[in-house]
């Protein structure tokens, strides 16, 4: 069990951590594993429309329809938002929740720096999870 308190990541002595890769995929497969238990089918379909919108104004959808992978490349898209937006929901109404779950896959060994540069390297490219989206993610949201 990590020496942290449960909830100690939403602190402001630790916006700069981030997790290792392993924990990342971890956290994600037992959010995953809770989220099963709600029915997607209850997204209102205006608010899937705006997921679809938000998506495509991303450049996530497909231009050409006809493509042979359409179809799957708009399915993988909507996927993705649609968990986002289940996840912000669990999170707004039950925040212990995720606390919790992060708590169970948090480790000295799994708490990284998320580092303040703006530049990635080469090297950075190996490890995307840990040192490139966090920072493009730093670098295209802090200044908005």
């Known amino acids: 069990m990590p020496e942290y308190q449960i ?9 700069d951590s981030i997790l290792n890769e392993e924990a990342v995929t971890e956290l994600s497969d ?25 998506a495509d104004q991303s450049g996530c959808l497909p231009d050409d329809l006809e493509k042979a992978d359409a179809f799957q490349a708009i399915i993988n898209a909507q996927l993705a938002v649609t ?35 703006t530049e990635i ?7 995307p999870v840990e040192k490139v989206y966090p920072q493009l993610r730093l670098i295209n949201f802090t200044d908005q």
């Open 7 to 15: 909830g100690f990541w939403r602190n402001s002595d630790h916006s």
């Open 121 to 127: 390297g080469r090297q950075d490219l190996d490890k």
């Open 30 to 54: 037992l959010i995953l594993q809770y989220m099963t238990e709600i029915d997607f089918k209850d997204l209102p379909p205006i608010v899937g429309q705006i997921l679809d919108d938000f």
């Open 83 to 117: 968990l986002a937006y289940q996840l912000g929901r669990l999170d707004g109404k039950s925040p212990q929740i995720i606390d919790k779950l992060v708590d169970e896959v948090v480790s000295n060994e799994s708490l990284l720096q998320l580092l303040e540069t």
